[in-house]
């Protein structure tokens, strides 16, 4: 008898799935929000899931990490107050944190459980927690964007699960346009929003709305996330008052430690496939 262990994702309504060879499972809770499993596997490293769907793998991860803070923050003028919205296993902060202009990284994270179990499991990834310039509230990152005084942060990054539960909010008009309040003049936004392949609705939706609520230029970053749902993911883009060619090019030139993002890819990633040409 096998007993090969395999963690599957299946994605029901495209009739497909994700597998990824598992040696052991490290860990399961309940969360008061979710259910937060560890699997070590045994190609990608450690394995975060949530719900049963995969947040995180040691692998792969920079590609999404890199993407949904350095196009952002290259495209401000200059970058001193970033607030993360969910992002609770600290890769992105930590890749916010590698900007040394900015001078405070604000996480609000809904599920402090996410970010105990990362501390223990992907040390990696939180290995800028402790740095001064980081603050972490454990509260729904809606509520916090709407509470925000105006003009409070300079590029918000909402690194959130997909659009269902207490994520659904996140990706709707009125979310975009409390960043837009929340945000000073120059701002940046960046949300994840999901697979250029299965959710190209989603994709446009997101552009919509970003514009409906008041983002003068507005698109998206494409890049690979073995990891995700077909393998393809995006980012969408609002600026507030700076135009879509906004990019600090010599500074991301002079950029060093990422593996995926550089000052060409700043530029290929924005290049649409043509079905979601505008
Ligand atoms: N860095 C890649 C991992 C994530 S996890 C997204 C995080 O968003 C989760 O930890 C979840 O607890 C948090 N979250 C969800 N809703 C909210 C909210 N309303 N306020 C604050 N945090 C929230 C991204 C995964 C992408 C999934 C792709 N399939």
Redesign the pocket.
């Known amino acids: 008898m096998s007993t090969e262990l395999w963690y599957t994702e299946r994605y029901e309504e495209h009739g497909a799935a994700l597998s990824l060879k598992i040696r052991e499972v490290l860990h399961r809770e309940q969360s008061p929000?979710?259910t937060i499993e560890i699997f070590e596997t045994e190609r990608f490293g450690t394995l975060m899931t949530?719900d049963g769907?995969?947040?995180?793998t040691d692998r792969d991860?920079f590609l999404?990490?890199e993407m949904m803070s350095h196009p952002a923050l290259f495209t401000h003028p200059a970058p001193k107050r970033v607030l993360i919205?969910?992002?609770?296993?600290c890769?992105?902060l930590r890749e916010v944190l590698r900007h040394r202009e900015v001078e405070e990284v604000v996480q609000?994270?809904?599920?402090e459980r996410?970010t105990r179990v990362a501390e223990r499991f992907f040390p990696a990834l939180c290995e800028k927690n402790g740095d001064a310039r980081a603050r972490f509230h454990f509260?729904?990152?809606?509520t916090w964007v709407k509470e925000a005084e105006a003009g409070r942060y300079d590029v918000i990054i909402v690194?959130?699960?997909?659009p269902v539960?207490?994520?659904a909010?996140?990706f709707a008009m009125d979310f975009y346009a409390a960043c837009h309040h929340a945000l000073a003049d120059r701002g940046v936004l960046v949300a994840?929003s999901?697979s250029p392949l299965l959710h190209a609705e989603l994709i446009r939706q997101c552009q919509q709305r970003m514009t409906e609520a008041g983002f003068d230029a507005v698109n998206s970053v494409y890049f690979p996330q073995f990891c995700?749902?077909s393998g393809w993911w995006s980012g969408t883009l609002g600026r507030k008052g700076l135009a879509m060619e906004a990019f600090r090019a010599a500074d991301a030139q002079a950029f060093t430690g990422t593996q995926y993002y550089h000052a060409g890819m700043h530029h290929a990633a924005q290049v649409a496939p043509a079905f979601l040409l505008p």
Do not use: K
């Open positions: 929000h979710q949530l769907l995969v947040m995180v991860n999404y990490h919205i969910g992002g609770g296993d890769g992105t609000v994270e809904l599920d996410v509260a729904d990152g809606i690194d959130s699960t997909d539960g207490p994520a909010g996140l994840q999901e995700y749902p």
